[in-house]
């Protein structure tokens, strides 16, 4: 059964900081991965998809880089900002067709001005 | 493109009473499901769908009833409600191997 686990459940910086944030998972077999942002009393938001064949995702100020074969990724913030703070959740889709995402259970990451 | 939408946005319902949460995709997805989400209990998966009249439960189904007569729709029916079911309920959409599409959520109070 896949599970995915997140580290550090939750994380605190001064602005401006680079930061990174962890999901490790514990089947390899996956069709693909995916970081999500949640703001108190908000909906997911997409942040970054990345395929099974792909290393790494890049979009704006985030980049996401998967390793299959250890069961990670990491989530690189690069010089967050106060707006950045939120929940970040990873979750994975199972190799199986048509499988569900299981979902880590999020850190939370709180930037200070 | 309005990708996945939910209705209602809030509800408040007394134990006992019935009723559905909408949920709507514009985007030809085959895969829908539902998910609730609690204070430390995270998102648990209550029930899904692979296609138009294919469903199947997930996590936490009892108590509830979803049907796929569409692709575009996936209703989630709580038949009795009860205090237990006061929650955060999050719709998704994807293809069968993409990435997720979630609507805005539905706040239910059960009093």
């Known amino acids: 059964k896949q599970e995915v686990t997140q580290i550090p459940a939750a994380l605190s910086v001064p602005e401006g900081e680079n930061l990174v944030l962890n999901c490790s998972f514990t089947?390899?077999?996956?069709?693909?991965l995916q970081w999500f942002r949640q703001d108190p009393g908000k909906g997911l938001t997409s942040l970054l998809l990345i395929q099974s064949s792909q290393r790494e995702q890049t979009s704006g100020r985030l980049n996401a880089s998967l390793d299959k074969s250890s069961g990670r990724s990491t989530l690189y913030i690069a010089a967050s900002q106060p707006g950045d703070s939120a929940t970040y959740l990873c979750a994975v889709r199972p190799g199986n067709y048509g499988q569900n995402f299981v979902f880590g259970p999020g850190t939370r990451l709180s930037v200070l001005p | 493109n309005a990708g996945v939408t939910q209705t209602p946005k809030f509800q408040v319902l007394k134990t006992g009473q019935s009723m559905t949460l909408q949920c709507a995709q514009d985007?030809?997805?085959?895969?829908m499901s539902w998910y609730r989400q609690d204070p430390g209990m995270g998102l648990r998966l209550i029930h899904y769908s692979v296609g138009a009249g294919i469903t199947d439960q997930g996590e936490v189904p009892n108590g509830y009833n979803v049907s796929r007569s569409t692709t575009e729709d996936f209703p989630l029916r709580l038949l009795s409600a009860a205090p237990s079911q006061t929650s955060v309920y999050f719709c998704?959409?994807?293809?069968?191997?993409?990435?997720?599409?979630f609507g805005s959520g539905t706040r239910l109070t059960v009093v």
């Open positions: 089947d390899s077999a996956i069709y693909n």
């Open positions: 998704a959409s994807s293809t069968l191997i993409g990435g997720y599409t």
């Open positions: 985007m030809n997805h085959e895969y």
